[in-house]
């Protein structure tokens, strides 16, 4: 079964604008399918991308005070 696919303007909304998109698809950062002239990036493609960006959060540990 086919997973859907992103324009590059859609795939944008996710991940900042068309122009950065268009980048990682040239640098070949980020998985993309092209016919003829147009592009389309797989869903799954931008969760992994952005999975793979994501920082986990730290978890704080309440301070003392000095005396």
Same mark, same amino acid.
């Given at each position: 079964?086919?997973?859907?696919?992103?324009? #590059? !303007?859609?795939?944008?909304?996710?991940?900042?604008? $068309?122009?950065? &998109?268009?980048?990682?698809? +040239?640098? @070949?950062?980020?998985?993309? #399918? !092209?016919?003829?002239?147009?592009?389309?990036?797989? $869903?799954?493609? &931008?969760?992994?991308?952005? +999975?793979? @960006?994501?920082?986990?959060?730290?978890?704080?540990?309440?301070?003392?005070?000095?005396?």
């Amino acid at each position: 079964m086919l997973e859907p696919h992103l324009s #590059v !303007k859609e795939a944008a909304v996710f991940l900042g604008s $068309e122009r950065f &998109v268009r980048r990682l698809i +040239a640098e @070949r950062r980020i998985t993309y #399918v !092209k016919d003829r002239r147009n592009v389309s990036i797989p $869903e799954s493609a &931008v969760a992994e991308y952005l +999975a793979a @960006r994501t920082v986990p959060a730290l978890q704080r540990t309440p301070r003392r005070r000095a005396a």
